[in-house]
């Protein structure tokens, strides 16, 4: 029985002490700990002035880059390629004005960013040129015979009708009737030049195209935006070309420039004259009009 007593105590006695500790162990006040004093790092990014970078994938892999060119609110985009090598010249007007404006950082206005994709067809421009990106007219085998298959993607699709204004799964081109692709958007370089607007949010777009010596204005269920009448007399005044406001040669649907109509952003489709030649001082002309423009418009 005393045993028993005795266990009974000493356990007790352990169980207070234990009890004890805990309660003023809790209580104590934290031991301070060194932290070490937080370092100002500097927050400010550098935002190079121009920039090129990838903003998709062709059907057969070749990487479609966009340069942007200043740091300025307003974006405008220019965009050449999209009937690839049928169209080469647009190609290559863009990848010279890439060249120049790299060179003349003077020229684009503080308050503006322009972003030029030189080749949204890739694999149509590869077609005919053999060269993955950048080429020049050495490139070309016969500059006076124009390729009509390399108008399309790898997927047979003609890009300019797969845009999601109108879509129809077939549409026509000159009479004939081209692939608009399974359904708007279904091509990756539909959605490489769909998601590039998304982020950039262009105050206006230009598509550089060939042939017919004038400058479209665009539109899809509403009518033409007003400003898109302005951009088009705009570049058609400076770089001396006819400004026509309804393109009616043949039914259009699914075209790039209407999908930007529908979503509010002016567009213009500018054919060139010549299918081999650049025009260069003319659209030189028409993008600085179209640059100098925005940078004194309030948006
Ligand atoms: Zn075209």
């Not at 930007?260 to 025009?279: C, F, K, N, Y």
Request: charged share 15%.
């Amino acid at each position: 029985m005393s045993k028993h007593f005795t266990l009974i105590i000493i356990v007790s006695t352990l169980l207070i002490a234990l009890l004890t500790v805990v309660v003023i162990s809790r209580n104590l006040p934290t031991p301070a700990v060194d932290l070490p004093t937080p370092v100002e790092t500097p927050t400010t990014i550098t935002i190079p002035w121009s920039e090129k970078i990838v903003i998709g994938q062709s059907v057969e892999g070749r990487s479609i880059t966009a340069t942007r060119f200043g740091t300025g609110d307003t974006h405008l985009l220019f965009v050449g390629g999209i009937h690839g090598g049928y169209e080469w010249n647009s190609s290559l007007l863009a990848y010279q004005m890439s060249d120049y404006l790299a060179l003349n950082p003077g020229e684009v206005p503080e308050s503006i960013t322009i972003h030029i994709i030189p080749d949204l067809n890739p694999d149509g421009t590869f077609a005919v040129t053999g060269v993955v990106g950048k080429f020049d007219l050495r490139n070309i085998p016969d500059p006076s015979t124009r390729v009509a298959a390399a108008r399309f993607n790898a997927n047979s699709v003609d890009l300019n009708r797969n845009f999601a204004c109108k879509w129809a799964p077939e549409s026509s081109w000159r009479g004939q009737v081209v692939s608009a692709g399974t359904a708007a958007f279904s091509e990756p370089e539909a959605i490489a030049l769909r998601d590039y607007v998304i982020t950039i949010n262009p105050a206006a777009a230009i598509f550089w195209h060939s042939q017919a010596s004038n400058v479209y204005a665009s539109e899809c269920e509403d009518g033409i935006l007003p400003e898109t009448l302005t951009l088009m007399n705009t570049y058609a005044d400076a770089a001396s070309y006819g400004a026509v406001a309804s393109f009616d040669a043949y039914p259009i649907t699914g075209d790039a420039e209407g999908w930007l109509a529908s979503i509010g952003i002016p567009a213009v489709t500018v054919e060139l004259e010549s299918a081999s030649d650049i025009e260069w001082e003319r659209n030189l002309a028409g993008l600085m009009a179209v640059t100098d423009y925005y940078s004194r418009v309030t948006r």
